[in-house]
Each structure stands twice: as C-alpha cells, then as structure tokens.
C-alpha cells in the first residue's frame, strides 16, 4: 500500500556499535627527560614531578601523521582479520595532518589499500579521537555502514618549539586506531557526551596554521607557527570539563564511577588524571596511564592506552570502560562502553 512502506533504515532499529580491534604504532626514537635537560633549562625531576612523565617517542624526519596512522591502522586490520577492502570509512582525528588538504584520512586510505572507504578527518585536538569514535558510531547504529576505521594520529614533534621548556617537555608522537562494527554479543558503546567552549580558544592554540594569520618572515620570528598553551588554565579547564562529561556520560548509560573497570583518560598530566579518579570516586588502579612512556600524544592517547590496556589483559569482554578527554578548542568528549 503506499505510504506504509518503510525506508530499509527505519525499518531496523539502531544497533549497537563495538570495538572489534584496536592497534597502535609508536615511532623507534625515544627522547628521554635527560636529554631535554641538555635543550631546555629544565629537570628531569621537575617534568616528573609536575606531569608525570619520563620519555616520549619521536617520529623519524620523512615520518609523516599518515604514516604513523596507517601503520596503527594495520595493526588493527591484522588483529581483528579484518581485509582493506571491508572498511567503509576512515576518520582520522589529528591536529598534525600531514597537509590541511588532501586529508590525512585520504593518505592513509591510499596507504593501506581501503580503495572503497570514505574519508576524512576531525580537528578537535586531544578529544578529536573520542569526537571520531562517536561518529563512527552513528554510522555503523544506523545501519549506514558496516566496518569504521577510526585513528588518533599525532607528529606534535612538528609543532613543538623545542626552545619552549614550557610546552616542548610535554608532547610526543604515536598513533592508535580502532575498528567498529555491530557486534551480536555486549552492547559495546552504551552513552556518550561531546562538548566545546569556543570562548577559551587562545589558551591553546596553533596560531599560524590557516588563513587567519599565514606563515611569513615575521610570523616565524615571533614563533607562530608553534604550539601555543597557558599551561595553568588549560589545567583548570581539562578538571572541570573532564568530570563533568565523565558525569554526564555516567548518568545516560546509568552506571557509577565505582561501576567502571577501568577508566582510559586523556593523558596530559598524571595529576590531571589522579583528581578525575578521586572526582569519579574511584582509584588509580581502575585508571590506565601509561604517560610515563609517551606524555601527551594528543589525540593518539586514548586509542593507545586502550590498545595497551587490552594487550595486558586488563579489560575483559563485559567490562565497563570509560574513556575521556580535554583539548584545545576548548572541546571535551567521553564514552562509557561495553568491552
Ligand atoms: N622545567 C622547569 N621549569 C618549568 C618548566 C620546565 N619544563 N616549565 C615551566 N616551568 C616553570 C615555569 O616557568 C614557572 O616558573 P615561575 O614560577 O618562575 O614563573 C614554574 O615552572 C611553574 O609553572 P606553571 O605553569 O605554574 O606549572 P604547573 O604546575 O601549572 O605545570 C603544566 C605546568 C605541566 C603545563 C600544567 O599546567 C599542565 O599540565 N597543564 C595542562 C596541559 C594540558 O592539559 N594540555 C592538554 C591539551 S594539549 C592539546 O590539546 C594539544
């Protein structure tokens, strides 16, 4: 009869999106906090005690954002057995693309050989991750799309005045990736929140990397070109927002903090983390850190603190995970989710 026919999509309910695999990958070179004491006025005892961390990974010159996604990327195919062909969408969250356009994501569909995928990237700075996996979960619960591929993928080495002792101590380079599909057993992502405070916007910024200043002679000299934060407020910024989406995103999938098995945060600052874990109510020993390793890889942190956490055996199928993250924007995001 017509009129009764239902379009396919509202004729099956939203389904529940997972994350079937993750993989990572971590460039060779590891520069320690005794080496930045050779380039900045600064200890490995200060870095230690004000951020919690020890070392981070750099990327190789001709390393590219891409590079390092695409090989996260096929960690991740390799341990799902999952084929290049399979994927439908790629979604990379970087604030290092590789150029502004052609996309990262464009990049690393050519390199891993995903000729059928779409592509594109998401800027949302250390929450861009979390911004991409709650869309990819749009897509696969709406029956859009079957297999997403989403990538963290930073070379922050790139941005980094490495004369700065007050930002060049905190930043490394990495990438993790994630599948997700509908999966028939667990619910996978249970709730979500995504936010932004476009007011806050100069206390961490790339000042020259658009149209609104261009690189010119005057714009190096002043240093524009690099990573731009006032440390202090950002902190202040990341407490409150980290919470209060981790609250939020709690509430929706009705769990508490002391519900979580393990919480997977944004890795800025141990003390960052540590005041999350008392605000959720719950412990160190339910929180994955691992920026001793790798400071802050922006929005490669997460996907990598779940790919290592799931190599150690710390997340068992049915757990509940709680993932969050803070960055310049200002944006935040979280994502409560069945493992
Ligand atoms: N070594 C030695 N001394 C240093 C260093 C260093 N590497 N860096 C700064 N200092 C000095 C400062 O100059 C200052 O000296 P002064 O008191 O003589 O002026 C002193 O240490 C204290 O500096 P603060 O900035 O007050 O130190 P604080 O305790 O706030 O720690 C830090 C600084 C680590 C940057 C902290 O504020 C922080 O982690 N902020 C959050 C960063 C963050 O979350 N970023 C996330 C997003 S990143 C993204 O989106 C790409």
């Known amino acids: 009869m017509p009129g009764t026919r239902k379009h396919p999509r509202q004729a099956h309910p939203r389904r529940n999106a997972s994350i079937v695999a993750t993989g990572m990958y971590l460039p060779e070179r590891v520069l320690t906090n005794a080496e930045l004491e050779k380039l900045v006025d600064t200890t490995d005892e200060w870095i230690q005690t004000r951020t919690g961390i020890k070392e981070r990974r750099i990327a190789a010159e001709g390393e590219f954002t891409s590079d390092l996604g ?32 052609p996309s ?24 861009g991750f979390l911004y991409g996996l709650i869309v990819a979960e749009q897509f696969v619960a709406s029956h859009v799309y079957e297999t ?13 005045n490495w004369k700065d002792r007050n930002t060049c ?29 476009g007011s806050q916007s100069d206390i961490l910024s ?38 209060s989406s981790a609250e939020k995103t709690l509430a929706r999938a009705g769990l508490k903090g002391s519900d979580i098995a393990l919480v997977v945060p944004h890795q800025a600052n141990l003390r960052i983390i540590e005041t999350l874990a008392q605000k959720l109510k719950t412990d160190m020993d339910h929180c994955y850190v691992n920026i001793g390793r790798y400071g802050n890889m922006s929005a490669a942190c997460i996907p990598v603190a779940l790919h290592e956490a799931s190599k150690e055996g710390r997340l068992k199928a049915g757990d509940n995970v709680l993932m969050v993250a803070f960055g310049g924007g200002l944006t935040w995001a979280s994502v409560a989710l069945e493992w």
Do not use: W
């Open 206 to 243: 790339l000042p020259s990397s658009g149209c609104a200043i261009p690189v010119s002679e005057a714009v190096i000299q002043e240093g524009l070109q690099y990573l731009q934060m006032s440390g202090k407020e950002v902190y202040k910024h990341a407490v409150t927002a980290m919470n």
């Open 148 to 160: 997403v591929l989403v990538i963290g993928a930073e070379k922050l080495s790139s941005i980094v």
């Open 169 to 197: 101590v905190l930043f490394g380079d990495g990438a993790g990736a994630v599948i997700i599909r509908n999966r028939a057993e667990g619910h996978g992502i249970l709730a979500s929140d995504m936010g932004a405070d």
């Open 70 to 101: 695409a090989k996260a990327a096929l960690d991740a195919m390799h341990e799902g057995g999952i084929f290049a062909d399979e994927i439908d969408l790629i979604i990379v969250a970087t604030c290092t693309a590789d150029t502004i356009f």
């Open 104 to 127: 990262t994501a464009c990049r690393i569909q050519q390199k891993i050989g995903a000729k059928k995928a779409a592509a594109f990237d998401i800027q949302a700075a250390c929450s």
